[in-house]
């Protein structure tokens, strides 16, 4: 994907890797609201500070948005056009990250979801496939799997 973004936009994009109350964000929290899932947002005393933690079902949500997190095989994973080994040594670094917060929770027994931007951009789009993965979700928060990518 080409990197056509204003730079005032670009530098939006780029200054918010773990951003509170993003628009997926509130609508997925919204979906999960209405189901009667009760959470709390921007847990910090739990690693990584998920953007939602499901106390009764022990789970840390994380809402990753592609480009920073690099969804891998997501056109929104992009790597900008200039400055190419700077923003490649970034991204290793955010991955790196990820990876060791997912190993702490992992050790913790706490739970992890990830859902990414573009499959709430999808659901916001596409109602079937909306309930689809919302079913997946609560399939996994009941069920004794520790991980699950959406
Ligand atoms: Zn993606």
Same mark, same amino acid.
């Not at 936009?9 to 609201?33: A, C, G, H």
């Given at each position: 994907?080409?990197?056509?973004?204003?730079?005032?936009?670009?530098?939006?994009?780029?200054?918010?890797?773990?951003?509170?109350?993003?628009?997926?964000?509130? &609508?997925? +929290?919204?979906?999960?609201? !209405?189901?009667?899932?009760?959470?709390?947002?921007?847990?910090? %005393?739990?690693?990584? =500070?998920?953007?939602?933690?499901?106390?009764?079902?022990?789970?840390?949500?994380?809402?990753?948005?592609?480009? &920073?997190? +690099?969804?891998?095989?997501? !056109?929104?994973?992009?790597?900008?056009?200039?400055?190419?080994? %700077?923003?490649?040594? =970034?991204?290793?670094?955010?991955?790196?990250?990820?990876?060791?917060?997912?190993?702490?929770?992992?050790?913790?027994?706490?739970?992890?979801?990830?859902?990414?931007?573009?499959?709430?951009?999808?659901?916001?789009?596409?109602?079937?496939?909306?309930?689809?993965?919302?079913?997946?979700?609560?399939?996994?928060?009941?069920?004794?799997?520790?991980?699950?990518?959406?």
């Amino acid at each position: 994907m080409a990197d056509n973004h204003t730079p005032e936009v670009r530098s939006y994009n780029m200054s918010r890797i773990r951003s509170k109350d993003t628009k997926p964000e509130i &609508w997925l +929290r919204k979906q999960l609201f !209405k189901r009667g899932f009760r959470y709390r947002k921007n847990v910090k %005393y739990i690693p990584g =500070k998920p953007d939602l933690f499901l106390r009764k079902y022990n789970t840390a949500i994380f809402v990753n948005g592609c480009f &920073w997190h +690099r969804h891998a095989g997501c !056109k929104y994973a992009y790597t900008p056009k200039s400055r190419t080994e %700077y923003w490649n040594s =970034k991204f290793i670094a955010n991955v790196k990250r990820d990876k060791e917060i997912q190993n702490q929770l992992t050790g913790l027994g706490i739970k992890w979801l990830i859902i990414w931007e573009c499959t709430i951009n999808k659901m916001n789009r596409n109602e079937e496939y909306a309930d689809a993965t919302l079913k997946q979700m609560v399939d996994f928060l009941v069920s004794d799997s520790m991980n699950v990518e959406l």
